[in-house]
């Protein structure tokens, strides 16, 4: 039986960012971010960020394209990311597991409200890259938003990352942004699969340079690159250095 979203249930980007832009999005924002702070806070967990060079010195909207650890990527991506730039981040999240309100858990109605309130998060039918999705995500981009995607299209439950989806490609030609590999390394430790709460963890967040397909290239080819290019992102041994600090026990060097 087909888990499809109904015809018409997809947002257009219209709809939104009236959604984003509304004062009790804002409102919401700010207490969500503030509640992970207190919690960053409370249980020492940080993240760190490398390569944010990458995202500082575009003058255009460009696509965030990552791997997808746990439910704290997207909090842990927009909170390195500059301030004026997480505000015009738009979220593309799987439709058939955010935008659906038929027979779900109480954690996922939760996890639900924040991500379309906390973190600016709009449904995206992820199994067919449909031209709906795809023509509101380029239209967010025309209209000065960046986009954040997981072209993996789920968490990954084994800790390897899985092959790209095209979308990234398609979505990049029709809007002439650039795509940004980026990559989180310790996501889902702070929000294991199954908890309901974060937990201690050292993140970090990794941007590389901006990537643009080349005349004639095909979408499999462009993806192909960009997937590859967040491997090596991911490949890179060496942790950034308050990364390497954070991971010291308490005692080194005593």
């Known amino acids: 039986m087909s888990t499809a979203p109904e015809q018409g249930t997809l947002p257009d ?11 009790r999005a804002a409102v919401m924002r700010t207490v969500i971010h503030l509640y992970f702070d207190f919690m960053k806070l ?12 990458h995202v500082e010195d575009l003058r255009t909207p460009f696509i965030l394209a990552s791997n997808h650890t746990g439910h704290a990527d997207t909090h842990c991506i927009l909170r390195v990311l500059p301030p004026d730039v997480a505000k015009r981040t738009a979220v593309a999240a799987a439709y058939d597991y955010f935008g659906t309100t038929k027979k779900v858990s109480l ?11 906390g973190w600016n998060a709009f449904g995206f039918d992820r199994r067919d890259q449909s031209i709906r999705s795809v023509k509101t995500s380029a239209r ?3 209209n000065n938003w960046c986009l954040l995607m997981y072209p993996e299209g789920t968490r990954s439950r084994s800790g390897r990352m899985a092959g790209f989806k095209p979308g990234v490609s398609v979505i990049s030609r029709l809007s002439r942004c650039p795509v940004v590999p980026t990559c989180v390394i310790g996501g889902g430790k702070l929000f294991p699969r199954g908890a309901w709460f974060p937990r201690h963890a ?39 250095p308050e990364v390497e600090q954070a991971l010291r026990p308490a005692d080194a060097g005593a």
Do not use: N
Not at 110 to 117: K, P, T, V
């Open 140 to 142: 967010l981009l025309r």
């Open 13 to 23: 980007a219209a709809a939104v960012e009236r959604r984003i832009r509304s004062r």
């Open 202 to 240: 050292v993140v970090e967040i990794r941007f590389g340079e901006p990537m643009y397909a080349r005349k004639g290239q095909s979408h499999e080819e462009f993806t192909a690159e960009v997937e590859q290019a967040v491997r090596d992102l991911l490949q890179e041994r060496r942790p950034a």
């Open 42 to 53: 409370i249980l020492r967990a940080r993240w760190f960020c490398r390569g944010s060079e």
């Open 107 to 117: 954690k996922r109605s939760l996890i639900q409200f924040c991500s379309a309130a």
